[in-house]
Each structure stands twice: as structure tokens, then as C-alpha cells.
């Protein structure tokens, strides 16, 4: 079983910046799609953004231009860059892997923007 260990998250005031990381918890031979969601409370879970394997990026409308997903085959690990964060960025954030053996999710992690 993959497990999906997040990090990064917390507090910022409007304007600021975050860095969330999503590593695997094993060696896994295929990753295709990695991708972020959020779940803000009393909303559903809603797609943020996504990256291919050959690192080909899809955004939310959302947070494009301020938000940048990239990833490192080599660590098994993705990352969501957030810049100009905005109080409605407040939310549980996933981060999301498809592999040749399933789909894995991780835990959540708090992003709260608030002053």
C-alpha cells in the first residue's frame, strides 16, 4: 500500500506564499497524472491542478498565474507552489498520484490565509 505524506501547510495573510510537498511512502515504478485538490469547508473537493508524467501542467482558473504544480520523478514527490494566496484559498489540500498498480490520496493538509 503507497501512502502519500504531505507537508507544508499553515497559516499566511492575504498576499503571501506557501509551498505544499507530496512525497510517496515507497518506491513506485509508474507515476502517470499527479495533481492537488482542495476541500473548503462546507464545499466539495474540487480539482486545482495537474501534472503529467511528461510535465505537461493543467490549472484551475482559479489560482492560474499565481498557483505552479511541478514534480520529481526521481523522489516520487510533487509540489504546489502558491503565490498571492487569497482568503478563498483557504482549504484542506490533497495532493492526488495515478500509478500502474492504482490511485493514491493523501492525507490533507491545512492552508488557511487569513489576517
Known amino acids: 500500500q503507497v501512502q502519500l505524506v504531505e507537508s507544508g501547510g499553515g497559516l499566511v495573510q492575504p498576499g503571501g506564499s506557501l509551498r505544499l510537498s507530496c512525497a510517496a511512502s515507497?518506491?513506485?515504478?509508474?507515476?502517470?497524472?499527479m495533481a492537488w485538490y482542495r476541500q473548503a469547508p462546507g464545499k466539495q473537493r474540487e480539482w486545482v491542478a495537474s501534472?503529467?508524467?511528461?510535465?505537461?501542467?493543467n490549472y484551475a482558473d482559479s489560482v492560474k498565474g499565481r498557483f505552479t504544480i511541478s514534480r520529481d520523478n526521481g523522489l516520487m514527490t510533487e509540489y504546489l507552489q502558491m503565490n498571492s494566496l487569497k482568503p478563498e484559498d483557504t482549504a484542506v489540500y490533497y495532493c492526488?498520484?495515478?500509478?500502474?498498480?492504482?490511485?493514491?490520496w493523501g492525507q490533507g493538509t491545512q492552508v488557511t490565509v487569513s489576517s
Open positions: 492526488y498520484i495515478q500509478t500502474g498498480t492504482g490511485n493514491y
Open positions: 515507497r518506491v513506485i515504478f509508474t507515476i502517470y497524472d
Open positions: 501534472i503529467t508524467r511528461g510535465g505537461t501542467t
